[in-house]
Structure formats: structure tokens, C-alpha cells
């Protein structure tokens, strides 16, 4: 519970850190006794609480990854609709709703599907349309093993060729957003599949309707690969600092566990830090 107070402390200013420990401490109780409630985000957007620990984020404060998420806020009027791939339960989505008129969402776990789709019938009133997919996105339409961790974890990933999961549908976004949109907000968060997901949107890529992506940098993601399949499309690939600015520099995009962002090279200069 130190690190907890500690992590609220660092990342609130003024009166949020007395919310947030109190919103903090509120939440360690209601996890322990295995509530199920609905909460409502400074946004007012309304999220269904399950006892697990992936909705701890939203009891510590305003963005669980406050620099990336400002950035990309800041930016959303690139486009009127966010593809959200890889959205868990949702909380990102929530995040930004106001932000956006559509939100396209894809997640392959049924159990986190079902915990996502509970929170969406919620927000019926929020700016955004919602559209989701029980499914996962990939280079090619079939199905993959896909290891779905307990408690509707965000690190679930597509299981690995000695690993044994459940099977679930996938699909490109090519297929499945078939030309209906003339610019997207793309985020992706697929543990590691990025490749896959971006060779399946080949065509959103050449056509430069991707207009942002923001995207997760692990250390088993292939970055040589990513980087190559950008230069090829003419995006530029970049991070946010700590201090809210953007940098290009290839040693600090090269760093794992980051979030990493593209944008058609001719969009980069109209970013706002």
C-alpha cells in the first residue's frame, strides 16, 4: 500500500492527491470484499467495477499514463474516430470518449469482451458511438491460440508456438474497417503482435488514413521490423518525454516498455506537444 500512496503522490498535483487517496484507499477495501460497482472517471464516463487489478488505474489517478494520454488528447482532432486494438475492459476508451464521435474496440478474451461490453452499455449518453469486435486483429482472417490471463489482465497475448491457449477469431482492420473511414486514431496494445496487426492494415497505412498511432513498445516487440514498415509508409515514429515533448531521437525510441507514436510524415510538423 506505501508504493500505491507513493505512485498517487508522484502523480497528482493539489487536491487530486487527497482524491485519489481516498478514491485509492476506497478501492484496496472494495477489492478485498469483492465488489462489483460502477464508478464514474473525471470525465464522467462510467465504468463497471470488477474486483480485479486492472481497474486499479482509474482509482489512482486521472491517466494511468498521464504524458502519452495528454499528448494524444491533445490530438484527437486528427480524427473523429479512435480504433481502440487491444481494449481490455475499456478504461482507455473511457479515457477519451469525449474525444471522439466513434470508437471502434476489438478484444479476443470472452471474459474481458463480456467485462467490456458491461461497461459500454453504461455510456449510452457519452459523445462516442461505440462499435465492438470479440475478436482479435492480426495479418490475415482465420484464428490464433491466445493465452487469456486471470482476472481480465491487460497482458493477455497470443500464445507463443509451444504454449497452449484457447482459440479465438482474428481478423486484419483492413477487412474489418473496409474503407468506411477516412482518418482514424489508431492505438494498439496487443503484447507483442504489433506486426501482425499493422501488416493487416496495409491499406489504412498506404492511404495514410492512420493519421496517429499510439503503440506499445515491449522488449519482445520487433522494432527493427516496425520501424521499417513506417519508413515504407512514410510515417515517422516518435515518443513523448516526460516533460510532454517529442522527440525523434532513435536511442530514446529504441528504449522497451514505452509507448511509442506515428503519424504520416507531412501530419508531424501540425503536432501538438
Known sequence: MLSVIASIFKYNSGF???RYLFKGTIWAIRKRRGDKFVTKLWNNALVQVYPSTSYSSIFYRKYSEPTDMIF???NASLSDTLIDVGANVGLFSMTC???FKKIVLFEPSPETFKALQDTLVLN????AEFESHNIGVSD???SLSFIAEP????TSRVAKDYEKGIEVPVDTLDSVLNDRFESVVLKVDVEGHEENVFAGAEKLFSKKIVK????ERLGRTNLENVLEFMLKHD?????ILDDGSISTNSELVAEPLINLFTCPSEVFPTLKS
Not at 212 to 215: A, D, E, G, P, Y
Request: charged share 30%.
Open 72 to 74: 494524444l488528447r491533445n
Open 16 to 18: 487530486d492527491k487527497i
Open 235 to 239: 510515417y515517422t515514429v516518435f515518443r
Open 212 to 215: 496517429l498511432l499510439m503503440f
Open 140 to 142: 490475415k482472417k482465420g
Open 97 to 99: 470518449c469525449n474525444d
Open 124 to 127: 449510452v449518453d457519452c459523445l
Open 151 to 154: 482476472n481480465l489482465s491487460p
